[in-house]
């Protein structure tokens, strides 16, 4: 069963930041919140992980709120290509990688 | 190029024949992963192998089968096909050799078409 819940959709407009919520209220200490995105039945593309901190790489910034229970991914400046279906998913040494349903992302002119 | 590589890129078959997707993970990887996602379906995990050895199993039907060589690559073999098995099938690798963050890296996926 996932383990997170994240909104169906949402827009952004072309050049503003994307900010995607997910909530994981039941996650464990050992669990890493992981983001992935899914570009039109390509395969999926690793995006950020983080366990307590903030994280931050060439592609997007995680913020993990403090009790870890919600995170949001941020795109600092979404372009036409970042249009794609978004998974949250948190994973820890047991189980595996398990997809829920994402956010669809669509980027707009 | 993720790294991951996957054969063949597409394939159609009949109904009642079997089928083998092959998957080679990226250099140095020992774990393999295969997924599968059916039209507009999410992505469901099938079966994964560590350093030649079934490591975790999912949704994976008796039909399905997978093993992982000695060269570390992977196939995933489908028989008795059905018109239900037309779907996308996913290889991931990581380097997780012990307990903490795992980073799957995704092939481009096998599109299968059962006619």
């Known amino acids: 069963d996932a383990k997170t819940t994240q909104p169906t959709s949402m827009d952004c407009a072309e050049g503003r930041a994307a900010n995607l919520p997910c909530n994981h209220s039941?996650?464990?200490?050992?669990?890493?919140v992981y983001w992935y995105r899914q570009i039109h039945s390509q395969g999926p593309q690793y995006i950020i992980h983080?366990?307590?901190n903030n994280e931050t790489n060439e592609m997007a910034s995680l913020i993990i709120t403090e009790d870890r229970k919600s995170s949001t991914l941020i795109l600092p400046h979404a372009t036409l290509r970042d249009t794609a279906v978004y998974y949250c998913i948190v994973w820890g040494s047991q189980g595996n990688l398990i997809f829920g349903k994402g956010t669809k992302l669509s980027v707009k002119p | 190029d993720s790294g991951v590589t996957q054969t063949p890129k597409h394939l159609i078959t009949a109904t009642g024949q079997r089928v083998t997707l092959r998957c080679s993970p990226r250099?140095?990887?020992?774990?393999v992963y295969w997924y599968q996602q059916s039209l507009d379906q999410g992505l469901q995990f099938l079966i994964q192998?560590?350093?030649?050895?079934?490591?975790a199993k999912g949704n994976i039907l008796e039909r399905f089968s997978a093993q992982q060589f000695p060269d570390l690559h992977s196939e995933l073999n489908l028989s008795s096909l059905e018109l239900g098995d037309s779907a996308l099938y996913f290889c991931a690798s990581s380097a997780q050799t012990r307990a903490g963050a795992n980073v799957l890296t995704f092939g481009a996926g096998s599109r299968l078409t059962v006619l």
């Open positions: 192998y560590y350093n030649g050895e079934e490591r």
């Open positions: 250099s140095g990887d020992l774990s």
């Open positions: 983080g366990l307590k």
């Open positions: 039941t996650i464990s200490g050992n669990e890493y």
